[in-house]
């Protein structure tokens, strides 16, 4: 970091950053505990609450893609600024919103507003802190983001039982408002606006196709993007999963839903050890290989007997091998880049967003009465992971073969 900055001031920015990355953990998984009583209050099944979280999936994809060259164009602050402005709007207008239709459009500008942060923070520590120390901010702010979902349901749980639903909004928005403060009077700018970006959609669009014709980022993102599938689409079944097919309270879901969450912490950080041994394609494989034979014993499994002890350590278990393969194949994916790492970084993550979109239609589609179609979904994801891996594997032995005879 800049030398100007003393060691509190260090500390109180990246408190704020990672206040700001986890706006987007709290929106998806705080309001998850009232899923039944939005259902009830709008007359509708509680698997149609679950386009809610869609909705604002597909916020975050189309947000992410837009924020990176508006903040290349105009510096951090006044994209940041400009998007908590809407996120707080629109968390009011959730609060008051009369239909389900009204409440899944509000949450689609919600995460447009919402995402600011999420992309603005990781911009800000590359901009304030010296090479030597980005990794150890991001990795600080990677933890915040993985504590955030397990607090939340937990947060949310107890606002629903002593309010209802509404109150999850407006804490939201008076969130985003104490964010506002601190970053309009203690966070500096931290990049100059640079004039000469483009804004032209052609040229960005023209940019990310360049991108997406990398074989290796093409194999790792869509690879990213179907464990992201089996990630959300777990995030938005778990309350139909736990509330209503098990039974459980919404104070209960928020303690099974956090619990779950701490094996995707864990298995990140176990990923720290392995990576010490073993290469990350020989993780990113291994980790396929288990999750597709895990999720295929849950298929079958669900035909024969499934209950809440079967299901529970099931779901940990998963979201501890989904602790592995994110990190890695996100890094084998923005590997060969180097100039446009940035756009990489913002179409990697909407790709997975947008995986996670369809996933969450699916499964609020489908997952209404049994537990089994989430398992076909899940199951179908993680063989598409491993199709993916083995097809790149195969690949690059032909091309190594061919280049040494």
Request: hydrophobic share 55%; proline share 3%; charged share 10%.
């Amino acid at each position: 970091m800049t030398k100007r900055y003393t060691t509190s001031s260090r500390t109180l920015i990246i408190l704020i950053l990672g206040t700001l990355i986890a706006i987007g953990p709290f929106s998806i998984d705080m309001y998850l505990p009232g899923f039944a009583n939005v259902a009830d209050d709008f007359g509708v099944d509680i698997s149609k609450v679950g386009l809610t979280l869609t909705s604002y999936l597909i916020g975050i994809a189309i947000g992410q893609l837009a924020y990176g060259p508006l903040m290349d164009r105009f510096g951090r602050r006044r994209p940041l600024i400009g998007g908590l402005l809407l996120f707080i709007a629109t968390s009011l207008i959730c609060a008051f919103s009369f239909s389900l239709n009204m409440l899944i459009i509000a949450r689609f500008f919600m995460a447009l507003g919402g995402c600011a942060g999420m992309v603005a923070s990781k911009a800000i520590v590359r901009d304030l802190f010296e090479k030597k120390q980005v990794a150890d901010v991001l990795s600080t702010l990677m933890l915040i983001m993985g504590v955030a979902p397990i607090i939340a349901p937990t947060v949310g749980g107890l606002v629903i039982a002593a309010f209802d639903w509404e109150a999850v909004f407006f804490i939201l928005a008076g969130f985003a408002v104490l964010m506002l403060l601190l970053i309009t009077f203690i966070l500096p700018e931290s990049a100059k606006p640079n004039r000469a970006t483009s804004l032209k959609p052609k040229k960005i669009v023209r940019e990310y196709i360049s991108i997406l014709k990398n074989r290796e980022f093409f194999i790792f993102a869509m690879t990213r993007g179907f464990t992201m599938g089996c990630l959300l689409a777990y995030v938005s079944s778990a309350p139909f999963v736990f509330i209503e097919y098990f039974g459980l309270t919404e104070q209960h879901f928020g303690w099974v839903f956090g619990s779950n969450a701490l094996g995707l912490i864990l298995g990140s950080q176990v990923n720290r050890l392995a990576l010490k041994r073993y290469s990350l394609l020989q993780i990113t494989t291994a980790t396929c290989v288990a999750l597709t034979v895990l999720t295929g014993i849950g298929l079958v499994v669900s035909f024969i007997a499934l209950d809440f002890w079967i299901m529970y350590p099931f779901l940990f278990i998963m979201l501890f091998l989904v602790g592995f393969q994110n990190p890695n194949v996100t890094a084998l994916s923005l590997d060969p880049f180097n100039k446009q790492a940035g756009s990489a970084s913002a179409l990697v993550g909407s790709i997975g967003m947008i995986f996670g979109s369809v996933a969450s239609i699916l499964v609020a589609q489908l997952v209404t009465e049994s537990v089994t179609p989430l398992l076909y979904i899940l199951f179908g994801s993680a063989l598409c992971s491993l199709a993916l891996i083995i097809y790149y594997r195969n690949k690059t032995k032909s091309l190594n073969l061919q280049t040494s005879s």
